[in-house]
């Protein structure tokens, strides 16, 4: 019988409840007295030097309050980086001025110039109109390896070229080399990794307020991690001392990793707040949005991989130019190295491997994190070039992977990862009795009856979640600890209100975090609130990204639930008249080994608020325990997914046809949310295999800066999904977490796209067409130039 409450009920969210009766709270719905509205002034032109900027028509029209330029930043810290990368030859990476408002230069179309906060929306707009911009333009460095040549214009004038770094990791060359030499077969594939906009259903949204009477300051903003925008914006930004700063993420409608950063609206509403002493709020437009979130992927790489003459991978070797944009964002420089280098060998026990990156500026937008961030930039080189290698040797694709898995853990890559625990093949056989393999050759001969080409991909991905430990990572050049707390604090009556520095904005932190905590105590879920995304209220923790809440987070609460348990064992043994030795916890009962004797959880916690009639004597009142937890390693979840895809060759159209995965998250808390991830993850995946692509032309103007341009996938473009996540076949639990998870919420956007991408290859090979590689979005267009020739 499936479980209906604790570690493993498929439970309903219970936010969900306020979600779909409109009762959430997010930060467009906050509005504070007084408050002014602030519209930013943004560039047009993708490089531009800035020539003057003439204000006074504007700051005399009706209802403004200030008009801000760069000149009011003078001084003032400009948005840090949060990861120092070093380069092959030791050196650290180019890390340019990222002001608030553009000073001297406007570096992408977007670029804020000028803000100006205004009694109303609608005046500040018109105001923006009547500021005189004199900016020259210059030539728009667009092209990554054009980027890198003499001739090309300077992004940053003063760092002389337009390299931010170039970084080599691995295996050494000279041993790379050789292997290459003596191998039996190279395969050899160039592709590009297409830049993507987030488009979280809630565009980003800051309100700044401002307490003169006792100096602090408050921000309200779309932040997946409140803690670490206090940090940057405080000591590196504004110099307000962070007991003088409380930001607060209320609900937040999706991020996908886009609202991880600190963005320079935040730091000027912040500012602004200060400045007039009344509230600034910003609410961004969606056209704002694709010209101000940062994007994601931009990548193009060069990968080969070695065989002998038995198949076996011998050597691997990837070069990749990776688009930083016009300036580093929060941790733009470690997604495309040591999230990226650290998973080149995948699942595959491949001896040698080495990556390079050359990181670039160019005049676009910054790009950073997305969904699995720097993970499907890798499984996509990888599973990509392994099918290509199949097809090349004319082996079966699953029977080549099969052969060069993994088998035996822990593994130490050649990549500097060691692996805890895994068994691909058990994913692999999971996916294959769900994909119903024997049968794929009867639905490939019904589609070309009916006139359409049929293909099947298949994909293996490993991922590494929750990244860590912090002193590793900080000798990488992390600036941030990547640990996570948690603080217990049990209620009188037996309620509890555990407050968390993870952030859920679609996650289901509040459903989940129960069900451990109910688990542990064998109480009720509904006697256990979570407390997140206030400074004020929190302990300090590291947010919610890279599939970390659960594994770090929860481990922080497993360690402080503990603590409580422990001191209520030694509260109940006073009531009990025992020793605390023989106290057990069972059903939210305490009772004494081998006895009858027994005591209610809501006794002994008002007994430790409340001891008149049980003297604690040595033992403090109160029931609140507080923990941190730094992980020992990353987790590592993995899986294997399959697609079936028609191709119709009259018109290049593809369509999803039949999609599963099998995936080893390790022990699954609720396997209903961990499904829901999963489809999630494989929408945005299809939707980067067969849709998405924010398109510069060479003036640096983005051509697809709308939903008019920008293709989303909707529910006619996706199949139903089959996500097999607990069958206990599949799941290794993580080895070093006390819960002995796994991440789970960005497996399908890193399993999909070489999925669907070999679907549609293997379509086209079938049908008689010599295509080895199409580079993504697989459009309409796209594919059927492809079947051209």
């Given at each position: 019988?499936?479980?209906?409450?604790?570690?493993?009920a498929?439970?309903k969210?219970?936010?969900d409840v306020?979600f779909l009766?409109?009762?959430?709270?997010?930060t467009d719905?906050i509005n504070i007295?007084n408050?002014t509205y602030?519209?930013?002034?943004?560039?047009?032109?993708?490089h531009g030097?800035?020539n003057?900027?003439?204000?006074?028509?504007?700051?005399?029209m009706p209802?403004?309050v200030?008009?801000?330029?760069?000149?009011?930043?003078?001084g003032i810290?400009g948005?840090p980086?949060g990861?120092e990368?070093t380069d092959?030859?030791?050196q650290?990476?180019k890390e340019p001025?990222?002001?608030?408002?553009?000073?001297?230069?406007v570096?992408?179309?977007?670029?804020p110039?000028?803000?100006?906060?205004?009694?109303s929306?609608e005046e500040?707009?018109?105001?923006?109109e009547?500021?005189?911009?004199?900016?020259?333009?210059?030539?728009?460095v667009v092209?990554?390896k054009a980027?890198l040549t003499?001739a090309s214009?300077?992004?940053?004038d003063?760092l002389?070229?337009?390299?931010?770094?170039?970084?080599?990791f691995?295996?050494?060359?000279d041993?790379?080399?050789?292997?290459?030499?003596?191998?039996?077969?190279?395969?050899t594939l160039?592709?590009?990794?297409?830049?993507l906009?987030?488009?979280?259903?809630e565009?980003?949204v800051?309100v700044g307020?401002?307490?003169?009477?006792n100096?602090e300051s408050t921000l309200y903003?779309?932040s997946q991690?409140p803690h670490v925008?206090?940090?940057l914006m405080g000591?590196?930004v504004l110099?307000?001392p962070e007991?003088k700063?409380?930001v607060v993420?209320?609900d937040?409608?999706g991020g996908?990793?886009?609202k991880?950063?600190?963005?320079a609206?935040?730091?000027?509403?912040?500012f602004?707040a200060r400045?007039?002493?009344r509230?600034?709020k910003?609410?961004?437009?969606?056209?704002?949005?694709f010209m101000?979130d940062a994007?994601?992927?931009d990548?193009?790489?060069k990968i080969e991989?070695?065989?002998d003459a038995e198949?076996?991978?011998?050597?691997?070797r990837?070069d990749?130019?990776?688009?930083?944009?016009?300036y580093?964002s929060t941790f733009?420089?470690?997604t495309?190295?040591?999230?990226?280098?650290?998973?080149?060998a995948g699942?595959?026990r491949t001896?040698?491997?080495?990556v390079?990156?050359k990181?670039?500026?160019t005049?676009?937008v910054?790009v950073?994190a997305y969904r699995g961030?720097g993970?499907p930039?890798?499984?996509?080189?990888?599973?990509?070039?392994?099918d290509?290698?199949?097809?090349e040797l004319?082996?079966?694709?699953?029977?080549l992977?099969?052969?060069n898995f993994?088998t035996?853990?822990?593994?130490?890559?050649p990549v500097?990862?060691?692996?805890?625990?895994?068994?691909?093949?058990?994913?692999?056989d999971k996916?294959?009795e769900l994909?119903d393999?024997d049968?794929f050759?009867?639905?490939?001969a019904?589609?070309e009856a009916?006139g359409?080409?049929?293909?099947?991909?298949v994909?293996c991905f490993?991922e590494?979640?929750?990244?860590?430990?912090?002193?590793?990572?900080?000798?990488?050049?992390a600036?941030?600890?990547?640990?996570?707390?948690?603080?217990?604090?049990?209620?009188?009556?037996?309620?509890i209100?555990?407050?968390v520095?993870?952030?859920?904005h679609?996650q289901?932190?509040e459903?989940v975090?129960?069900?451990?905590v109910?688990e542990?105590?064998?109480?009720?879920e509904?006697?256990i609130?979570?407390?997140?995304?206030d400074?004020?209220k929190?302990p300090f923790?590291?947010?919610?990204?890279g599939?970390?809440?659960?594994?770090?987070?929860?481990?922080?609460?497993?360690?402080?639930?503990?603590?409580?348990?422990?001191?209520a064992?030694?509260i109940?043994?006073?009531?009990?008249e025992?020793s605390d030795?023989d106290?057990e916890?069972?059903?939210?009962?305490f009772?004494?080994a081998g006895?009858d004797k027994?005591?209610a959880?809501g006794?002994v916690?008002l007994?430790?608020?409340v001891p008149?009639?049980?003297p604690?004597e040595?033992?403090?009142?109160g029931?609140?325990?507080?923990?941190?937890?730094?992980?020992?390693?990353?987790?590592?979840?993995a899986?294997?997914y399959?697609?079936e895809?028609?191709v119709?060759?009259?018109?290049?159209?593809?369509?999803?046809?039949k999609?599963?995965s099998?995936d080893d998250?390790?022990?699954?808390?609720?396997?209903m949310?961990?499904?829901?991830?999963v489809?999630?993850?494989?929408?945005?995946g299809?939707g980067?295999?067969?849709l998405?692509?924010?398109?510069?032309?060479e003036n640096g103007?983005?051509l697809?800066?709308s939903?008019?341009?920008y293709?989303?996938?909707?529910?006619?473009?996706?199949?139903m999904l089959?996500?097999y996540?607990v069958?206990?076949?599949?799941?290794t639990?993580?080895?070093?977490?006390?819960l002995?998870?796994k991440?789970c919420?960005?497996?399908?956007?890193?399993?999909?796209?070489?999925?669907v991408?070999?679907?549609?290859?293997?379509?086209l090979?079938?049908?008689?067409?010599?295509?080895?590689?199409?580079d993504?979005?697989?459009?309409?267009a796209?594919v059927?130039d492809?079947?051209?020739g």
């Amino acid at each position: 019988m499936p479980k209906d409450h604790g570690i493993g009920a498929s439970q309903k969210r219970r936010e969900d409840v306020r979600f779909l009766t409109g009762a959430g709270q997010y930060t467009d719905d906050i509005n504070i007295h007084n408050q002014t509205y602030v519209h930013f002034l943004r560039s047009d032109v993708a490089h531009g030097r800035i020539n003057g900027i003439d204000t006074a028509a504007a700051a005399a029209m009706p209802g403004v309050v200030r008009i801000f330029t760069g000149a009011d930043f003078e001084g003032i810290g400009g948005l840090p980086c949060g990861w120092e990368v070093t380069d092959k030859n030791g050196q650290p990476m180019k890390e340019p001025a990222h002001p608030v408002l553009a000073i001297g230069k406007v570096r992408h179309v977007g670029d804020p110039i000028a803000a100006v906060v205004a009694d109303s929306l609608e005046e500040a707009r018109n105001a923006a109109e009547s500021i005189e911009l004199d900016i020259e333009e210059l030539p728009a460095v667009v092209n990554m390896k054009a980027a890198l040549t003499e001739a090309s214009s300077l992004v940053h004038d003063d760092l002389g070229d337009n390299l931010c770094f170039d970084w080599q990791f691995g295996t050494d060359t000279d041993t790379v080399d050789a292997a290459f030499a003596k191998a039996a077969h190279v395969t050899t594939l160039e592709l590009v990794n297409n830049r993507l906009v987030a488009n979280p259903m809630e565009p980003r949204v800051a309100v700044g307020d401002y307490a003169r009477a006792n100096d602090e300051s408050t921000l309200y903003t779309t932040s997946q991690n409140p803690h670490v925008i206090r940090l940057l914006m405080g000591a590196f930004v504004l110099g307000i001392p962070e007991h003088k700063l409380r930001v607060v993420a209320p609900d937040v409608g999706g991020g996908f990793g886009t609202k991880i950063f600190h963005y320079a609206e935040e730091a000027f509403c912040t500012f602004a707040a200060r400045q007039i002493n009344r509230p600034v709020k910003w609410t961004s437009t969606r056209s704002e949005a694709f010209m101000s979130d940062a994007h994601g992927r931009d990548h193009v790489s060069k990968i080969e991989l070695a065989l002998d003459a038995e198949h076996n991978f011998i050597a691997l070797r990837t070069d990749t130019y990776a688009n930083m944009g016009a300036y580093l964002s929060t941790f733009a420089s470690c997604t495309p190295t040591w999230l990226h280098g650290t998973l080149m060998a995948g699942n595959y026990r491949t001896p040698a491997v080495q990556v390079n990156v050359k990181a670039v500026f160019t005049n676009t937008v910054p790009v950073d994190a997305y969904r699995g961030a720097g993970r499907p930039e890798a499984t996509y080189q990888l599973e990509r070039v392994i099918d290509k290698a199949a097809r090349e040797l004319g082996v079966d694709p699953i029977k080549l992977r099969r052969q060069n898995f993994i088998t035996s853990f822990p593994y130490a890559t050649p990549v500097a990862v060691e692996y805890d625990t895994g068994d691909y093949h058990a994913t692999m056989d999971k996916m294959e009795e769900l994909m119903d393999l024997d049968g794929f050759a009867a639905r490939r001969a019904a589609s070309e009856a009916r006139g359409k080409l049929r293909g099947l991909g298949v994909n293996c991905f490993i991922e590494a979640c929750g990244i860590a430990p912090s002193n590793l990572v900080g000798q990488l050049g992390a600036r941030a600890g990547l640990y996570d707390a948690a603080t217990v604090r049990v209620n009188a009556t037996g309620s509890i209100s555990v407050m968390v520095g993870a952030h859920s904005h679609g996650q289901g932190h509040e459903t989940v975090f129960p069900q451990v905590v109910a688990e542990m105590l064998g109480i009720d879920e509904s006697l256990i609130d979570i407390v997140h995304g206030d400074t004020s209220k929190i302990p300090f923790g590291m947010g919610t990204y890279g599939s970390r809440s659960l594994a770090v987070c929860g481990s922080a609460i497993v360690r402080a639930t503990e603590k409580i348990i422990n001191k209520a064992k030694k509260i109940a043994a006073h009531m009990l008249e025992a020793s605390d030795g023989d106290i057990e916890l069972k059903d939210g009962q305490f009772s004494v080994a081998g006895t009858d004797k027994s005591v209610a959880w809501g006794d002994v916690t008002l007994a430790a608020y409340v001891p008149h009639n049980y003297p604690l004597e040595d033992i403090e009142p109160g029931l609140e325990e507080t923990a941190f937890y730094d992980p020992a390693n990353f987790t590592y979840p993995a899986g294997a997914y399959a697609c079936e895809v028609e191709v119709d060759p009259e018109t290049g159209e593809v369509r999803i046809e039949k999609f599963v995965s099998a995936d080893d998250f390790g022990n699954v808390i609720n396997p209903m949310i961990v499904e829901g991830q999963v489809h999630g993850g494989i929408a945005q995946g299809i939707g980067q295999a067969l849709l998405e692509n924010a398109a510069y032309d060479e003036n640096g103007q983005l051509l697809s800066a709308s939903y008019m341009d920008y293709a989303m996938p909707r529910a006619s473009d996706l199949p139903m999904l089959d996500a097999y996540v607990v069958d206990h076949s599949c799941q290794t639990p993580c080895t070093h977490n006390p819960l002995g998870v796994k991440g789970c919420g960005e497996a399908g956007a890193i399993g999909s796209p070489p999925t669907v991408v070999n679907a549609v290859i293997d379509a086209l090979q079938s049908g008689g067409h010599a295509v080895s590689h199409i580079d993504m979005p697989l459009s309409p267009a796209r594919v059927w130039d492809a079947m051209q020739g």
